[in-house]
């Protein structure tokens, strides 16, 4: 069973960047889907990316198109999601989710996920 934790939140002023980090452990990650998801205060949990296990198919939610940017370091089995751009609206709960089963079609929780427990981005002046 694969345990996830997530790293890299804080504190940053809009406009500027932050890189998270999803670090796998009792497995690898290579075999699969990882989707990154955050969670603001009052709101539902939404899926804002998504890597896929074999051909590393990326997907990004049309709020971070273009501004975050999906990648998977395979030897250190990781997954990254660089933030660019930060906009005081993306101030959430940040968690990654794993699972072998998962399409990168549409990002959304899956009953089988694995979780990590989430890390704070706070975008404010």
């Known amino acids: 069973q694969v345990q996830l934790v997530e790293s890299g939140g804080g504190l940053v002023q809009p406009g500027g960047s932050l890189r998270l980090s999803c670090a796998a452990s009792?497995?690898?990650?290579?075999?699969?889907?990882i989707g990154w998801f955050r969670q603001a205060p009052g709101k539902r949990r939404e899926g804002i990316s998504c890597i896929g296990s074999r051909d590393g198919s990326t997907t990004y939610a049309d709020s971070v198109k273009g501004r975050f940017t999906i990648s998977r370091d395979s030897a250190k089995s990781t997954v990254q999601l660089q933030m660019n751009s930060l906009k005081p609206e993306d101030t959430a709960v940040y968690y990654c989710?794993?699972?072998?089963?998962?399409?990168?079609?549409?990002?959304?929780?899956?009953?089988?996920?694995?979780w990590g427990q989430g890390t704070q981005v706070t975008v404010s002046s």
């Open positions: 009792g497995d690898t990650l290579d075999s699969y889907a």
């Open positions: 989710a794993a699972n072998p089963y998962r399409l990168c079609v549409l990002i959304e929780p899956r009953v089988d996920d694995y």
